[in-house]
């Protein structure tokens, strides 16, 4: 009897605990509890509300994360060597505007096609029917003779005759703005020196007049033979005996002076490009257009 009353009891409690409660979500009863609480992070929010404006604040001047821009080199550092004996001699500093410059293959694109187009001579030339020495008598009667209709004898039909659309002296040259070309420099002279394949020798980058094949034993011992690729040399003026030297061993290299090299020769025909200190500063500071207003600024 006393457990029917207990039973009873109980069944009652529930019943009113139902009632309290509501109906359960059955959403919810079908949930794991682990998925069923709230995505946003619980927690106690402070109770002065000054002390919170503050803890904002202080977040927000100290970031955990850096910013991009100090992700960013500044300068670049770049090893002087001795030429030929390549011994390292000192480090010096560039701007990474100037050697860290990311690769834009539009503009280098961009670049060598206004060089090529530059190049052009444009000199093919025909002659008109007016500028063919001759009578511009007609050639035979029109009628009565059973041939061809024909006019002076300068008609694009006959041998010797005029041509018809043919090629006149014109300039191909194409127009890019000075800007861009600057950048396509430095990104070239950039390309060249994330890869480790420029290297910068102290001025005065010359030989001893020595006998055939010196240059020869100088690339080779320094592994730059010809199974290695071939070495772009850039001087800030003309070096008689390595010009020579690489002249009659042309399949090891070939050097240029700053006035005479472009974008073109920089990217393709070599595996290396060893430029003069001299050359090179002298190059970045006539490509550098779109700094002027900026470091003036």
């Not at 991009?68 to 030929?84: A, D, G, M, N, W």
Request: hydrophobic share 35%; charged share 30%.
């Amino acid at each position: 009897m006393a457990t029917r009353r207990v039973h009873s009891f109980t069944k009652t409690l529930g019943a009113l605990r139902s009632t309290i409660a509501g109906p359960r979500d059955p959403l919810i009863q079908c949930l794991a509890p682990r998925l069923s609480r709230s995505m946003a992070t619980e927690t106690t929010l402070p109770r002065d509300a000054n002390r919170s404006r503050d803890l904002i604040k202080q977040n927000a001047a100290s970031p955990a994360t850096p910013a991009v821009s100090e992700l960013i080199p500044t300068t670049v550092q770049t090893t002087i060597y001795h030429f030929p004996s390549m011994e390292p001699l000192r480090f010096e500093s560039y701007s990474a505007k100037h050697l860290h410059m990311p690769l834009r293959r539009d503009l280098l694109h961009r670049a060598v096609v206004f060089e090529g187009d530059f190049t052009r001579q444009g000199t093919a030339s025909t002659k008109t029917r007016w500028e063919i020495h001759g009578s511009h008598r007609k050639i035979r009667p029109q009628k009565g003779t059973g041939k061809s209709r024909l006019g002076t004898r300068q008609s694009p039909m006959l041998k010797g005759g005029s041509k018809v659309f043919g090629p006149r002296p014109r300039d191909f040259a194409t127009a890019l703005p000075r800007k861009i070309y600057d950048i396509a420099w430095r990104t070239a002279l950039s390309y060249r020196y994330r890869k480790g394949e420029l290297v910068v020798c102290e001025n005065g980058a010359e030989i001893e007049k020595g006998t055939g094949g010196y240059i020869k034993t100088i690339l080779e011992h320094h592994g730059w033979g010809k199974g290695n690729g071939r070495t772009l040399f850039v001087t800030a003026a003309y070096r008689r005996h390595l010009d020579q030297a690489l002249k009659e061993d042309s399949e090891y290299g070939k050097v240029l002076t700053m006035d005479d090299v472009d974008v073109k020769d920089l990217l393709e025909g070599t595996d290396r490009v060893v430029i003069e200190k001299k050359a090179l500063d002298e190059v970045l500071a006539m490509h550098q257009s779109d700094l002027v207003g900026k470091m003036r600024s």
